[in-house]
């Protein structure tokens, strides 16, 4: 269990919960932090090599760094509209020439660093930024001159200290700094061990400066990237932040020799993605208790949340130019229209049709229930779990040694011994302070990795927060009718051919509609560009393929759809002609059930052995004031043979007593 990594972010704050008056506090719900992510690109020459041309369109024949930088542009447009404080740069090493940080061309920069070009400076990002990066992505011209390779050996000592100068003069207090580097040279100063023992000190600096380094291997068609050679010792899998959570090595991508190049771009962009985000827990050394006396330390996260636009801030359009505006909100007193102050305003509720106010050390007093705690109470087996109870994303927790040494071990042994015995806990739940408690499920979890060895979930322990009755919808009640076998076996046949390739669902290819045009009008009123028609939406079906594949079998479907119908409307109104209720083709009822008999309204029905009774019994119990005394299905019984409507949906005897009273009375 020392391999317990996350990647994800978001949280599930209850609406009730009282707002911790802290300013490092955003409205999801976690402690804020800032992001600085510096992207290294190298521009050696086999990174600058295209795969071998084909048949393929242009753009699928990306180089290596080519598609690097259109990573960096697409990151960076994702950053300057969801996440306007982050910073984010791009430093190019490998090349002839050499640009260090503030230079404007007239030499007053900072110090050189050989082969190192500063793309673009760390910083907030800024129109201005997206526009030079999308015209070194697109244009040819500009490209052919910068990205030139260097005839020298590069040193990455030197490329480590820039990257470490960087991040000291611009993010100097960020709480998340991070470093891209993307490369294809697993070896880049051979067997000089001066210049990897440098390179490896270098590292050891940016990470007691707090720095992460992500590294995104390329392999080559006729090498495959090899780790061990030189970044084993530049990479370190534990963050500085939080040693206890090491972060899994990105998988390595490969570079076509087809000419498939859109291969290339699409892997790297999962990667950079997947770690685009910096890692921010929902609560930090949590109190989880196992059993009396025994007491460790967690900290959680929800891996999974959907992602909604986040409005940042307001902008003024009328004026010659777009303007962030600054609001301002007073709050009046509806009799005076006078400046109520903060101080002065009281939370109250009505009850018995009064105010009763309350202050602010009441209100927090009356909604504490005890410190944040995991409190396991009992065991249950796993499969007791039923899909219903799932209605609140799952918590992700993983241990932390801060509080509690040997948290680990113990986390570790809990683990492994709920998946071995298939069981799960159940615990005493309350995740932050003046959160509302809940039971929740302790379920455990195995690593799931990628056919490649990439991790996609990780091993630990998740917390499923278990629904109060109020939170459980009851279905209304329906009658179901089972398809006839030749319907469903013609269904097979069309399922069958619609069926997704190696039969797996993945909700990454296809990304929320919605979401990307808000985005993407955005960008166009940011960049001064023209606004597009219509969105790409990818979850729109493939009606031309799926009518290719599967037409035919549809087509066959719905005629015995038309038949099987027939023959049931056929059948329905028979058993209607003579007065008796079928249950539908195909039903266990229609083979099992006898048909109820009823008899014509106005007849007298007999005393039956199932309860029923006939209309004299039932009209002396309305005549005595008695019918609460007969048994609900004597009632209904008695509703239907009259030809009344009965409301299934009644949950009182009341409310059937009430319709045979009405019954009399109208006679």
């Not at 920069?109 to 793309?119: E, V």
């Not at 100068?165 to 580097?181: D, E, H, M, V, W």
Request: with cysteine; aromatic share 8%.
């Amino acid at each position: 269990m020392a391999d317990l990594p996350y990647r994800g972010r978001g949280t599930d704050r209850e609406d009730d919960e009282e707002e911790e008056e802290e300013e490092d506090i955003d409205e999801t719900g976690y402690k804020t932090i800032k992001d600085a992510v510096l992207f290294a690109i190298d521009v050696s020459p086999s990174m600058l090599t295209r795969p071998q041309t084909c048949d393929s369109k242009k753009e699928d024949r990306d180089s290596p760094t080519s598609a690097a930088l259109k990573c960096a542009y697409a990151l960076m447009q994702q950053r300057i509209i969801s996440n306007p404080n982050d910073m984010m740069g791009v430093l190019l090493f490998g090349t002839e020439q050499s640009r260090s940080q503030n230079d404007d061309g007239s030499g007053r920069g900072g110090p050189a660093y050989p082969h190192c070009y500063l793309l673009a400076d760390l910083d907030v990002p800024a129109a201005s930024d997206v526009k030079r990066l999308k015209r070194l992505v697109e244009g040819e011209e500009e490209s052919a001159q910068l990205l030139v390779a260097s005839q020298k050996p590069i040193s990455m000592a030197n490329v480590l200290f820039c990257a470490n100068q960087i991040f000291t003069t611009k993010a100097p207090n960020f709480s998340s700094r991070r470093l891209f580097l993307v490369t294809d040279n697993d070896s880049p100063h051979s067997a000089d061990k001066a210049l990897n023992s440098a390179a490896a000190v270098r590292a050891k600096d940016l990470y007691d400066l707090g720095v992460v380094v992500e590294l995104f291997p390329i392999s080559r068609p006729e090498h495959s990237f090899d780790r061990s050679k030189f970044y084993d010792d530049i990479i370190y899998r534990a963050t500085p932040t939080d040693p206890n959570a090491p972060a899994p090595l990105s998988g390595v991508t490969e570079a076509s020799s087809t000419g498939d190049g859109i291969t290339l771009l699409q892997s790297l962009l999962s990667n950079i993605n997947s770690k685009s985000a910096p890692r921010r827990a929902l609560f930090s050394n949590l109190p989880f208790e196992i059993g009396p006396g025994l007491k460790i330390s967690v900290k959680g996260y929800i891996v999974i949340k959907r992602q909604e636009p986040a409005r940042t801030t307001y902008v003024y359009l009328n004026g010659e130019k777009a303007q962030i505006a600054v609001g301002s909100s007073t709050q009046m007193a509806e009799d005076t229209a006078r400046a109520v102050e903060k101080a002065d305003i009281r939370k109250a509720y009505k009850f018995g049709g009064e105010t009763i106010p309350f202050t602010k050390e009441e209100i927090t007093s009356i909604r504490n229930f005890g410190d944040p705690v995991l409190r396991i109470i009992g065991f249950k087996p796993l499969d007791t779990l039923s899909i219903w109870a799932t209605t609140r994303p799952s918590t992700f927790i993983y241990p932390s040694e801060d509080d509690f040494i040997g948290s680990t071990r113990v986390f570790s042994a809990l683990q492994q011994k709920l998946l071995k015995s298939h069981k799960m806990g159940i615990a005493w739940y309350i995740p932050r302070r003046n959160a509302t408690p809940v039971l929740a499920a302790i379920i455990p979890g195995n690593e799931q990795t990628s056919d490649q060895g990439v991790q996609t979930m990780p091993a630990g322990l998740w917390i499923q927060a278990l629904p109060f009755a109020d939170d459980i919808r009851q279905n209304p009640e329906t009658t179901l009718v089972q398809a006839p076998d030749s319907l469903i076996d013609v269904m097979r046949t069309v399922m069958q051919q619609l069926q997704l390739p190696k039969a797996v669902y993945d909700p990454s290819r296809y990304p929320n509609p919605a979401l990307q045009w808000f985005y993407r009008v955005l960008q166009a009123m940011a960049l001064d560009e023209d606004v597009p028609e219509k969105p790409d939406d990818k979850t729109l079906p493939k009606y031309r393929q799926i009518d290719k594949r599967a037409g035919a079998y549809v087509m066959e479907w719905g005629q015995e759809l038309d038949s099987q119908f027939r023959a049931w409307q056929k059948e329905h109104q028979h058993s209607a002609a003579t007065g008796s209720k079928r249950a539908a083709p195909g039903t266990k009822a229609d083979a099992t059930a006898a048909p109820k008999k009823i008899k014509a309204a106005g007849a007298t029905s007999q005393v039956s052995k199932d309860g029923g009774v006939d209309e004299a019994k039932i009209k002396a119990a309305y005549e005595s004031n008695t019918l609460s005394k007969l048994t609900v299905k004597q009632l209904i019984t008695f509703l239907e043979s009259k030809g009344e409507r009965v409301h299934k949906m009644a949950t009182k005897k009341a409310d059937y007593v009430g319709q045979v009273e009405g019954y009399f009375e109208k006679k």
